[in-house]
């Protein structure tokens, strides 16, 4: 799930640590692509152990490692949704957010050009 993924990455960014392995799930793997694109992680690629797949993700690493905290906004229990008026600038532009929409994982900026509201999932800074 992302919220576990987001806070394995933010212990293995403060630990030094050049990798993490998580389980592969579609969701897992669109979230850290984005985050790849955005430079919060190195590369996030799918790989085969026997017959499960696995979630390698290379970090960034040294004295300025982007990944420093997150805020989980949809949770199991408690699913916020918003539409993309409503979307507004993470720690002002030094942030990312990240929904969940009907066409698929988009940033927040993507999906207030894209006009699309969605299941709002967390703020990375």
Known sequence: MHYTILSE?????RAKKD???????KMDLAILKKLAEN?????AEREAAGRKSIIVVK??????AP???FKIMSKPSRHTYTDYRSLSAVR?????SMLSTSQGIMTGKEARKGKI??????EIW
């Open 39 to 43: 430079g919060y992680v190195k590369s």
């Open 117 to 122: 509201g969605g299941e709002y999932l967390f």
């Open 19 to 25: 990798k993490v392995i998580f389980p592969y799930s």
């Open 67 to 69: 990944l420093n905290d």
């Open 92 to 96: 002002q532009g030094h942030g990312l």
């Open 59 to 64: 970090l960034a690493t040294g004295a300025t």
């Open 9 to 13: 990455l933010k212990n293995a960014v």
